[in-house]
């Protein structure tokens, strides 16, 4: 703490300095300042000039009536406080990793390696990282480097970043138009924020006026203390910067540990607001991850316990774990799953994230042959009038219209036969079952939990004509007869062996 106090007393000297250093001139009066549209949170907007500003407030003079306004930053709209307050220095630059070509190398005990090849020697390959400079024989090396994108980070030190980012300023610094020289300085040390070198940002910021003494000092001071203080901590900067590191790569127990880790390591820190954004963007890498990875996941299981449960030997054991166990064996499957992004996931805040789930694509299941095993009612359920597939161009003949008055006397006597004998010569759903391959009963599993279990969106039914009868649910039988007798012979219909009288295929649509 004593540093930081230290260092903010040579900041200060360094901006009397410079204040001393700059021509004696009053600041801008606000009829210099252009007029702008500030944009406010409730969707209103103000057109004036800004007068001044604080880390806690905007000071603005409205245009039309000529008023003094102290608005507090909240008061703004989002977009608009942070384009000011990253104008004025209250916040840092944002800056995305940047990324770099590399080359990534398999080694024969299956790890790999990532890094930029700088050389080959004899039977060697030259690999070099931010860890270090790697010799490695040919024979450790499986295959060929594949070409990658990779944070610069994990290539090259900070300090070989800053040297090779510096000679692209060296033309501006060495210019005459003192400006462009400060702007230049300017820039160089919101990238060295970027990357977290705040005593390198410090100097740059410093030279800004010291290249340019008419830079307004207002603008650099929140940066200037910022940087100061960070520079101070820097090993606790490096600390934080570990933990963005590790969400970056999706580890988020270990990163949730550091910060947790973090008060512990340093008591009076005084990088608390640094630490609680780190957090909050630690927390929300992990819960995106969560959501993005949780349907994928369950899809996943309900596949692995569709071909377990297919397995089962009777299609009663199949009913029951469909009603009562799968979707439970789908959730503890999906939370143990889960654990390498939160060890801590309980089943209840799995089932949560699965339920709020926003798109993704649209997956199809079909019953196939076991389409009758729904019972007609279900399994021709959101058929149109007309029945299923497209209807046939022009009028029914005469013929098509007789052979659908033959099916439908035919299905209605064989209704009553069932309900006056009570008996059925259809096989059994058990025996039917008995004899369905495995990878069709996997299939219908997995159709009728997608549609019945309450756990997937669904879409509209889709349906398909039985191929054996072509979606009449019948077969018709027709007796050639007696040619010798002058019988001209007669028909009659059976119910489709196939499709036992459904006439259809039942698929689901859903995610």
Request: net charge negative.
């Amino acid at each position: 703490m004593k540093t930081i106090l230290k260092n903010c007393t040579l900041t200060l000297a360094f901006l009397a300095l410079a204040f001393s250093l700059a021509p004696a001139r009053a600041q801008e009066s606000s009829e210099n300042t252009p007029v702008m549209m500030l944009e406010l949170r409730d969707g209103g907007v103000l057109f004036g000039r800004i007068e001044g500003h604080s880390p806690d407030e905007l000071h603005f003079q409205r245009l039309e009536t000529g008023g003094h306004l102290s608005l507090p930053w909240g008061i703004l709209d989002p977009v608009r406080e942070r384009e000011l307050k990253l104008g004025f220095g209250y916040i840092e630059t944002d800056f995305e990793e940047e990324m770099i070509s590399a080359d990534k190398l398999t080694l024969a005990d299956g790890t790999e390696l990532i890094g930029v090849i700088v050389g080959r020697g004899d039977g060697t390959v030259l690999v070099k990282n931010a860890q270090a400079l790697w010799n490695l024989p040919v024979e450790r090396i499986v295959g060929q480097a594949v070409f990658v994108q990779a944070p610069a980070s994990e290539i090259y030190t900070r300090e070989e970043r800053y040297q090779m980012k510096l000679k692209s300023f060296a033309d501006s610094f060495a210019s005459t138009d003192a400006r462009v020289a400060a702007q230049a300085h300017l820039g160089l040390a919101g990238w060295c924020e970027g990357i977290r070198d705040y005593g390198r940002a410090l100097e740059h910021y410093q030279a800004v006026v010291l290249a340019d003494p008419s830079w307004p000092l207002d603008e650099l001071q929140p940066a200037l203390e910022r940087s100061t203080i960070k520079s101070a901590a820097q090993a606790q900067v490096d600390y934080l910067g570990e933990v963005e590191r590790l969400t970056r790569r999706g580890n988020f127990d270990k990163a949730l540990q550091m910060l947790a880790n973090f008060a512990g390591t340093y008591p009076k820190s005084p990088l608390m607001d640094d630490w609680n954004v780190q957090r909050e963007r630690t927390e929300r890498a992990q819960l995106k991850a969560l959501r993005s990875d949780v349907a994928t996941r369950w899809h996943a299981a309900a596949a692995r316990e569709a071909r377990i449960a297919a397995r089962m030997e009777t299609y009663a054991e199949v009913l029951g774990f469909l009603d009562e166990g799968m979707s439970e064996a789908i959730l503890k499957s999906v939370t143990d799953d889960l654990g390498d992004i939160d060890a801590d996931i309980q089943p209840e805040e799995v089932r949560v994230l699965f339920d709020e789930r926003e798109g993704g694509r649209w997956r199809k299941g079909s019953y196939g042959n076991g389409t009758w095993l729904l019972g007609e009612k279900k399994a021709r359920a959101g058929i149109e009038a007309g029945g299923a597939g497209e209807a046939p161009a022009g009028e029914q003949d005469t013929a098509r219209k007789s052979l659908e008055d033959k099916i439908k006397r035919y299905i209605e006597n064989q209704e009553s036969v069932r309900s006056a004998s009570g008996a059925s010569d259809e096989e059994s759903p058990e025996d039917f079952w008995a004899t369905f391959p495995l990878n069709f009963r996997s299939n219908w599993i997995l159709a009728y939990y997608a549609e019945f279990s309450g756990d997937m969106q669904l879409r509209r039914e889709l349906f398909s004509n039985c191929r054996e009868c072509g979606g009449k649910g019948v077969r018709e039988i027709v007796n050639l007869g007696s040619a010798r007798e002058g019988d001209s012979g007669s028909t009659r219909l059976i119910a489709c062996p196939v499709c036992h009288g459904i006439g259809v295929v039942r698929r689901v649509s859903y995610r």
